[in-house]
């Protein structure tokens, strides 16, 4: 009953733009990974030269550490987070509406809103962490939170924590809220405590949730730009410079577009492969629970 | 949480373990006390933003005498210096204007796009359907090179058309799954009864479909308008003319300019972020399910 071909016409203009502003870029971005093209000039091919750069120095087998490292502190704690206020807000209806949005709200800012207050949050001069612990008591827990490379990956980490909780909540709950009234009633009916249903009946039904979770976090960790480069610029000690921060920091500080594109395409490859392997095994586990 | 709620075994049946009315006063009090715990969490998780308005109105000396203090009197003074020197109106404007552009190819792109999608079932719908996939899950540093060298060759550099073709780029494939999914819960007989009527597919799609769509291009809007008023990476690299900022931009610069002073840094903060956290008091619902919308499927 459709004309078929004329209907993908239709498809046209997104197509054209997609084409453009994705198929060819990375297509482009491949090409120029193996090249030493400094912007502008003519660009000279020099083979696998970038790649084998990439993974013989320390410097970026450790950038791609750190964005592993950060990705999978802020995936847990997050799952965490969410789970927990979803759980809690499961049950109390009342407030339930109200807290999600609470919660929400830090996800509806910008990264640099929040980089900048939260850098002076974690200032060691005034900052208002230092001055909240020297208020309580627990002036001896102070640190120069951003300064000192053994905390700076935690405490930036902890910041894009508190602003996606909210998100990862909104999740959970939705998911909630698809699961039937009866099978909790029942449960309740049957003398399950709380902390019984959450583990043995809702854990497993909210699995899809739960994939769907940590899929879009991972993918948005990955990329972390915005929150490092504000807070740290990659420092103290480069135990901030993520991935993103070295590929701005090679294109637009120091010109290197060839080498920049050589670690886009790492990066590529990294948020692909684990975009694919995490939504296989966490298919997986949703039919195995 | 006290020693009233601990009272309180957690046996099967709890109105058998305690009797009468005590029963029902103990669960009303422990209900409130769990209310009353989780809305101090929530509280906690809030502080931050109750700081960065706190400290918006505090004077120089007042952060540096008693940082954590109330502010004395509402000052306004820092506000009036960042309005004046931070370009906030130029840039608010600017922000409206490039989402509103961005609003208008996204829509009429997306749901054009994802009426094949959801009518048809096949290797092709599939593959376009794979494209778009790619271009959610790219992060936009994998193209952000070849971006900049296109949009240097062709004069695109720091202009309005630029900015907003690549901004309209990078929300198109979340558009066209919002659509296709909408589209594809429309009953099919609207469309017979139109075509019967010898339409041809556009004009199925423009009276018939487009009509319809309302709901999810409300969504979109306000997902885009997020995108333009948050985003940072494009406009860091694509713009560098101070008359085409956007507000993020525009708080960015001129925080880093003023060398972090607090004084400058959280009125900034706050005049960047009121608009958006107005606009998610008014649609705080559908901004939430819209952004969780995948998690139910």
Same mark, same amino acid.
């Given at each position: 009953m459709y004309r078929r071909r004329s209907l993908y016409l239709f498809a046209l203009p997104a197509l054209i733009v997609i084409a453009i502003f994705f198929i060819y870029p990375i297509w482009l971005t491949g090409q120029m990974s193996f090249t030493n093209f400094a912007g502008i000039g003519a660009a000279e091919n020099v083979g696998w030269k970038n790649y084998e750069r990439i993974f013989s120095r320390a410097r970026y087998s450790d950038a791609i550490w750190i964005t592993l490292l950060f990705t999978v502190i802020v995936v847990a704690a997050l799952t965490v987070t969410g789970l927990f206020f979803a759980a809690l807000l499961h049950r109390l209806p009342l407030i339930r509406n109200f807290c999600r949005a609470a919660l929400y709200t830090p996800a509806m800012m910008s990264f640099v809103v929040v980089a900048y207050v939260w850098q002076f949050i974690y200032s %060691?001069?005034?900052g208002g962490l230092n001055a909240l612990l020297e208020s309580v008591g627990l002036g001896f827990l102070q640190q120069n939170w951003l300064g000192d490379p053994d905390i700076a990956l935690y405490a930036v980490a902890f910041t894009q924590i508190w602003m996606f909780t909210g998100f990862t909540c909104a999740i959970f709950l939705a998911g909630y809220s698809g699961i039937p009234e009866e099978i909790e009633e029942s449960a309740r009916l049957e003398g399950a405590s709380s902390w019984q249903r959450f583990r043995h009946i809702e854990l497993p039904l909210l699995a899809p949730s739960m994939t769907v979770s940590i899929i879009l976090t991972t993918i948005g960790t990955l990329k972390t730009f915005e929150l490092p480069w504000i807070l740290t610029k990659g420092g %103290?000690? @480069?135990?901030?410079?993520?991935l993103s921060i070295e590929i701005i920091d090679n294109l637009? @500080?120091?010109?290197?577009f060839g080498f920049a594109s050589a670690l886009s395409m790492v990066m590529l490859v990294i948020v692909l492969a684990v975009a694919f392997v995490q939504n296989k095994v966490l298919r997986e586990r949703e039919k195995v629970t | 949480m006290n020693n009233s709620t601990k009272a309180?075994?957690?046996?099967?049946d709890i109105s058998r373990a305690l009797p009468g009315g005590s029963s029902l006063n103990l669960r009303k009090l422990r209900s409130f006390l769990i209310h009353a715990v989780v809305l101090a969490l929530v509280a906690i998780m809030l502080l931050p933003l109750v700081y960065m308005v706190m400290m918006s109105f505090k004077t120089g000396t007042e952060i540096a005498q008693d940082p954590l203090g109330l502010p004395s009197s509402l000052y306004w003074g820092n506000y009036m210096n960042a309005l004046a020197s931070m370009g906030y109106a130029r840039s608010v404007l600017n922000s409206i204007g490039i989402t509103i552009s961005v609003i208008v190819i996204v829509v009429f792109a997306g749901a054009m796009a994802a009426y094949p999608l959801a009518r048809l079932n096949n290797g092709w719908s599939r593959a376009i359907v794979m494209i778009m996939a790619l271009g959610l899950a790219t992060p936009n540093f994998v193209t952000i090179t070849p971006i900049y060298v296109i949009f240097r060759d062709l004069g695109l550099l720091d202009t309005y058309i630029g900015i907003i073709l690549a901004f309209a780029a990078l929300k198109l494939p979340l558009a066209v799954f919002f659509y296709t999914g909408f589209i594809a819960a429309i009953p099919t007989e609207l469309e017979e009864a139109a075509r019967l009527d010898n339409c041809n597919s556009w004009q199925v799609f423009w009276h018939v479909i487009r009509p319809l769509l309302s709901p999810v291009t409300a969504t979109l809007s306000l997902f885009v308008m997020l995108m333009v008023w948050n985003d940072f990476t494009y406009p860091l690299l694509l713009l560098t003319d101070k008359e085409k900022f956007t507000v993020m931009i525009a708080v960015y610069r001129f925080v880093g300019n003023t060398g972090i002073d607090p004084t400058m840094l959280f009125p900034a903060a706050v005049l960047g972020s009121l608009p958006l956290l107005i606009l998610f008091a008014i649609f705080q619902r559908r901004i939430v399910s819209g952004a969780t919308a995948g998690a139910v499927k």
């Open positions: %060691p001069l005034n %103290p000690d @480069g135990a901030t410079r993520t637009f @500080g120091q010109y290197k | 309180l075994p957690m046996t099967h």
